[in-house]
């Protein structure tokens, strides 16, 4: 069998440990790449960097930045990669509003050195490496149809969904003028007990989890009315790396073709923990976006069709393993305090 070597740009969120736990199981030598930090910020993939290299299956982390286009290309030349994840960017959506040029730099312009330097390295030695982008439903914004599949006109709301929108053309276009095996997978929103403690999921199980055994008081969030297309991260990454083994490039929409409100998810959460959510929710308006995205609800058809691929954990499910992570956190940090200790817990 030929040797399967990916490089994972943002292999320390969410989605870049879960998929470089599918490439290592699939006997993927995986290199990622990470910024340099004053703290450590690879906690996420910890256990696999030194379980997998106990088991002759590497993982490898290199210090660069999608900001960096010459980094990018020396890389690219040393790892030699067959498959190349560009998971990169500033990903939250309302902080696109405070950061806009960062956001468009990373998110969009970093796509654009990626490829660059991909096409490069790929015209010098001839080798033939394909190309996942990460898109997303954000790009969708003010949706012009329900649901939304890959023939809906992209309308952004906010400085993330342009950036992402940018990134997802730059892409096709790298693909159609140069003749790339580059793909981009439009991810509907996607959760874990890995995500970010700012992304309005997380909060609200980390929360609640809190608000239970007394470390908290009040939950504050925005526009309770919104509605997303939530599932498992786990099952999205399986998704991208279906689509680099297709023979021809393509754009597919990963979604579970449901839509639940944040109210609802808030309700699921609080309910887990025999809870009742109103009880302890007040609104923010400094939460609620300048321009809202009232309604994301993916058809992924295609996916199905085409990659054979389907959501395994339902909506509940998920809100369930949010749950119970985090109550193990909300555990520990209660006995740390009690034991006089003041700490930061993150699940892993």
């Not at 030929?2 to 995986?30: F, H, M, N």
């Not at 660059?116 to 990460?134: N, P, W």
């Not at 929360?207 to 009040?218: C, E, H, N, S």
Request: proline share 3%.
């Amino acid at each position: 069998m030929a040797r399967q070597v990916a490089l994972v740009t943002g292999i320390s969120g969410q989605d870049g440990s879960y998929l470089a736990e599918l490439l290592l199981s699939k006997g993927y030598e995986v290199h990622g790449i990470v910024r340099r930090s004053s703290s450590f910020n690879t906690r996420r993939v910890e256990h696999l960097y030194h379980d997998r290299h106990d088991q002759g299956r590497p993982l490898t982390l290199h210090y660069g930045d999608v900001a960096d286009g010459n980094c990018l290309a020396r890389l690219i030349r040393e790892t030699k990669p067959t498959e190349i994840y560009n998971l990169a960017a500033q990903s939250h959506v309302r902080v696109s509003f405070d950061q806009p040029t960062y956001t468009a730099d990373v998110t969009g312009v970093g796509t654009l050195r990626l490829l660059e330097a991909l096409r490069d390295v790929q015209d010098a030695q001839g080798t033939g490496i394909r190309f996942y982008q990460a898109s997303s439903s954000e790009m969708f914004g003010k949706v012009a149809e329900i649901p939304q599949r890959e023939t809906t006109p992209f309308h952004p709301r906010s400085p993330y969904g342009v950036a992402k929108t940018y990134a997802h053309w730059i892409t096709v276009n790298y693909r159609e003028s140069y003749g790339l095996h580059a793909s981009c997978g439009i991810l509907f929103n996607h959760e874990s007990p890995r995500r970010g403690e700012t992304f309005v999921t997380r909060k609200i199980t980390r929360a609640a989890t809190r608000i239970k055994l007394g470390l908290q008081d009040k939950l504050y969030l925005g526009n309770l009315d919104a509605k997303r297309d939530w599932g498992f991260a786990g099952d999205y990454v399986e998704a991208m790396w279906l689509m680099l083994q297709q023979d021809e490039p393509d754009d597919f929409v990963i979604s579970t073709d449901e839509t639940h409100t944040v109210q609802e998810f808030c309700e699921k959460t609080f309910a887990r923990l025999g809870l009742d959510c109103d009880d302890f929710i007040e609104i923010d308006s400094r939460y609620f976006r300048p321009a809202e995205v009232d309604l994301l609800l993916g058809d992924s058809s295609k996916a199905r069709t085409r990659l054979g691929w389907k959501p395994k954990v339902s909506f509940d499910a998920l809100v369930e393993m949010m749950v119970d992570a985090d109550m193990v956190l909300a555990e520990q940090e209660k006995l740390l305090q009690s034991q006089g200790h003041s700490v930061s817990l993150v699940a892993s």
